[in-house]
């Protein structure tokens, strides 16, 4: 069955350090997504992103924040300078736009320090 | 603003023992109401879409219903692999984005 891939799985990284988290969608999806899971809370979106724009975000995604789909398989989350709240799980997501649910991948843990 | 409220938090029963988890809602406009399950370390994993009140959909020993206000999973004879926390999430007409409830943790003893 076709996943949603999410590299790497954990990352540690100093506090106001630039970190770049990826994900490689299904392949035929279109719509692909960004939502985090501090530890013992809710999963909350963060962005939605289609025809490589971005569609929504939330107002937790500000300017700390940045998506790229930089070339035909790839859909990256940059936030460019961590803070020790942005420790969570990070999630991406894709979906068709026919069925409206979306493929979670696996993950990746953020840990700042 | 759209709220999803699950109840209750944790929930542990024995195995073959059923139960219900709620889903209570509110959305300005519902595109869609979702399950899914999550396993620890792991991303959801989708369960169900409903789209409108009186909408029931099965799998396996699951079902989910729905009402204009809440949703109730239902779970028949469980077994311990069904072990997992279970999300409820809406979508809003017009919105991208989904917006969960905190879940109910399932622990099933054999």
């Known amino acids: 069955e076709p996943e949603v891939t999410q590299t790497p799985s954990h990352q540690v990284t100093q506090m106001g350090q630039e970190v770049i988290l990826r994900c490689v969608p299904i392949?035929?999806?279109?719509?692909f997504y960004w939502y985090r899971q501090i530890l013992g809370q809710k999963v909350e979106f963060l962005v939605s992103?289609?025809?490589?724009?971005?569609?929504?975000k939330s107002e937790i995604f500000d300017d700390q924040f940045s998506v790229e789909r930089p070339d035909g398989s790839n859909f990256t989350l940059k936030i460019r300078s961590t803070k020790l709240e942005d420790s969570a799980m990070y999630f991406c997501?894709?979906?068709?736009?026919?069925?409206?649910?979306?493929?979670f991948g696996s993950g990746t843990r953020l840990t700042v320090v | 603003e759209d709220q999803v409220t699950q109840s209750p938090e944790a929930l542990r029963l024995q195995e073959g023992e059923s139960s219900s988890l709620n889903c209570s809602y509110t959305v300005s406009g519902l595109r869609g109401l979702f399950w899914y399950r999550q396993d620890p370390g792991k991303g959801p994993e989708f369960l169900f879409t409903?789209?409108?009140a009186g909408e029931e959909k099965e799998k396996e020993r699951l079902k989910a219903t729905l009402t204009k206000k809440e949703s109730f999973l239902h779970i028949t004879a469980p077994k311990p692999e069904d072990s997992a926390t279970y999300l409820c999430?809406?979508?809003?007409?017009?919105?991208?984005?989904?917006?969960f409830g905190k879940g109910t943790h399932l622990i099933i003893q054999p």
């Open positions: 997501a894709s979906n068709t736009g026919q069925e409206i649910y979306g493929t």
């Open positions: 992103f289609y025809n490589n724009e971005i569609s929504e």
């Open positions: 409903l789209y409108s």
């Open positions: 999430a809406v979508q809003a007409r017009g919105a991208d984005g989904l917006t």
């Open positions: 392949s035929n999806h279109l719509y």
